[in-house]
């Protein structure tokens, strides 16, 4: 079991930048992969980046290229999401999810463990 907490969301004007933590326990952390992905009220939920278990490969949905960025440390069991020039589009709540192996990927069934979620919120 891998257990996930995700940290670090609120209520942002549209412009400014917020960063998410997720914490993992219970398994060795190194030995997964990790994804964040979103979900809005009405809407599926969503892959927004990806992480190789090194940390060595990154993947974005198109929508946050170049302002979002993902990255992990592996001896903190930590993984982040950096998000920087935040549009109300943005507005979600955030998962993290753990999927065994090296590589992520981009579909919600990829994926073997997920956090609690925490809610971003960009105002215009």
């Known amino acids: 079991q891998v257990q996930l907490v995700e940290s670090g969301g609120g209520l942002v004007q549209a412009g400014g930048s917020l960063r998410l933590s997720c914490a993992a326990s219970g398994r060795t952390f190194s030995n997964y992969a990790m994804g964040w992905f979103r979900q809005s009220p009405g809407k599926e939920r969503e892959f927004v980046a990806g992480i190789t278990s090194s940390g060595g490969n990154t993947g974005y949905v198109d929508s946050v290229k170049g302002r979002f960025t993902i990255s992990r440390d592996n001896a903190k069991n930590t993984v982040y999401l950096q998000m920087n020039s935040l549009k109300p589009e943005d507005t979600a709540v955030y998962y993290c999810?753990?999927?065994?192996?090296?590589?992520?990927?981009?579909?919600?069934?990829?994926?073997?463990?997920w956090g609690q979620g925490t809610q971003v919120t960009v105002s215009s």
């Open positions: 999810a753990a999927a065994r192996g090296s590589f992520y990927v981009r579909y919600l069934y990829g994926y073997d463990y």
